[in-house]
């Protein structure tokens, strides 16, 4: 059975990086069939694509977020990263990883990781 | 690249049927076929509920159906159950950056 489990530093400080992973379980991301993505909802408000990759190294990101994001795969763990620059409290957020099939985001997510920043 | 607009309300009574609007431009929804749509309850992960406009994952009710013209999308549930009450969001493939963009969700009320 396919899982995805989040996890990240809980609490991060203005202007750090925040690193986040994503273990696959039940199924191997370099699986041709499906790309694999990170989705984030600030508390109380909407969901945003934020960055998705293929197991071949291609990767797509938010416009609006291309310039702080890199998303990163690690094969021989079955895993995958993003990694968010200089962040503020606008990135405050749940932050979710994804499967996409066919080009649709969210056929699977995983339970979400909360991220804090504040000094 | 903006989020798509949808309406920040909709209620029903049980049984009844709602229509939720996603509207977006020529840039997304109006050039693409992957248009989604999610339903999340509170504190809950969102399910997908429609992929590539209409079609339906294995398991999601036919109560629920999707469709596009031009630039907008819709979301129908019909005969509206307690159970239907959530937060749903649309999402659409934009180009030419290739990227994904939600909608600003609507919250689901059954009376």
């Known amino acids: 059975q396919l899982q995805l489990q989040e996890s990240g530093p809980g609490l991060v400080k203005p202007s750090e990086t925040l690193s986040l992973t994503c273990a696959v379980s039940?199924?191997?991301?370099?699986?041709?069939?499906?790309?694999w993505g990170w989705i984030r909802q600030p508390p109380d408000r909407g969901l945003e694509w934020m960055a998705s990759?293929?197991?071949?190294?291609?990767?797509y990101y938010s416009p609006s977020l291309k310039s702080r994001l890199t998303i990163s795969a690690d094969s021989s763990k079955n895993q995958f990263s993003l990694k968010v620059t200089s962040v503020t409290a606008a990135d405050t957020a749940m932050y979710y990883c994804?499967?996409?099939?066919?080009?649709?985001?969210?056929?699977?997510w995983g339970q979400g990781t909360t991220v804090t920043v504040s000094s | 690249q903006s989020a798509l607009t949808q309406p920040a309300s909709v209620s029903g009574s049980p049984g009844q049927s709602i229509t939720i609007s996603c509207t977006g431009t020529s840039s997304d929804i109006g050039t693409s076929n992957l248009v989604t749509w999610y339903q999340q309850h509170p504190g809950k992960v969102p399910k997908l509920m429609i992929y590539?406009?209409?079609q339906r994952p294995s398991g999601v009710s036919n109560r629920f159906s999707g469709s596009k013209s031009g630039n907008t999308a819709s979301l129908t549930i019909s005969g509206l159950q307690a159970e239907d009450e959530a937060d749903y969001y649309c999402c659409s493939f934009a180009g030419p950056s290739p990227s994904y963009v939600f909608g600003t969700g609507t919250k689901v009320t059954v009376l």
């Open positions: 994804v499967r996409l099939s066919d080009g649709v985001p969210g056929d699977v």
């Open positions: 990759l293929y197991y071949t190294g291609i990767t």
């Open positions: 590539e406009v209409t």
């Open positions: 039940g199924l191997s991301i370099n699986n041709r069939l499906y790309h």
